[in-house]
């Protein structure tokens, strides 16, 4: 089984939980970020993994045109999806899954989750800081990555062969 995880981050949070994911798959696992990296062909992989996180609603630009531009190749993979996102609420976590990926890429996933998040103020800047201080009512550095649910994820993939 060969896989490669597709992932945009801002702080680093995705790339980790891109990197724990890596570790949980059986066989060779690729890892790009679309932020830095091109990823030419998708024809080597049994799965392709998405994977992005969420600043005000929405998750970054690269990722929403790279699944745009490849959106029939992606169609016809093995696909899984997930988020790093600060939404607890599991309603509302689901709804931004849903509409952070194209409605045919969600519609297609094998699996989809959300794991969790990291507010780390060392490495916010002035205005990010300022939003989780008015509007979350955030202090400081919160970490709150869900292994638990990237362990799911992993073993949704590993037994979809
Ligand atoms: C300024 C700012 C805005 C955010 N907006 C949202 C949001 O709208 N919804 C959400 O669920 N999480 C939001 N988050 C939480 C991030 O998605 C979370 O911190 C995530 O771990 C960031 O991942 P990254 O380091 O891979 O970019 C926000 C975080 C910051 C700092």
Redesign the pocket.
């Known amino acids: 089984m060969k896989s490669i995880i597709i992932?945009?981050?801002?702080?680093?949070?995705?790339?980790?939980?891109a990197r724990i994911l890596s570790a949980k798959l059986p066989g060779e696992v690729v890892l790009k970020n679309i932020m830095k990296e091109n990823v030419s062909s998708l024809e080597e992989y049994d799965n392709v993994i998405l994977g992005?996180?969420?600043?005000?609603?929405?998750v970054?630009k690269n990722l929403t045109e790279y699944m745009q531009k490849n959106l029939k190749e992606l169609l016809s993979k093995r696909v899984s999806l997930f988020?790093?996102?600060?939404?607890?609420n599991e309603e509302?976590?689901a709804k931004?899954i849903k509409g952070a990926f194209p409605e045919e890429l969600y519609k297609a996933a094998i699996c989809k989750d959300?794991f969790?998040?990291?507010?780390?103020f060392d490495?916010?800047n002035f205005?990010?800081?300022l939003?989780?201080k008015k509007?979350?009512g955030v202090k400081e550095s919160y970490y709150e990555?869900k292994e638990d649910s990237i362990d799911r994820f992993a073993k949704v993939i590993a037994s979809n062969k």
Request: proline share 0%; with cysteine; net charge positive.
């Open positions: 992932y945009s981050t801002k702080h680093g949070t995705t790339e980790k939980a992005g996180s969420i600043y005000i609603g929405k970054q988020l790093c996102a600060g939404e607890t509302l976590a931004q959300s969790g998040f990291e507010f780390n490495k916010l205005f990010e800081k939003i989780m509007v979350k990555l």
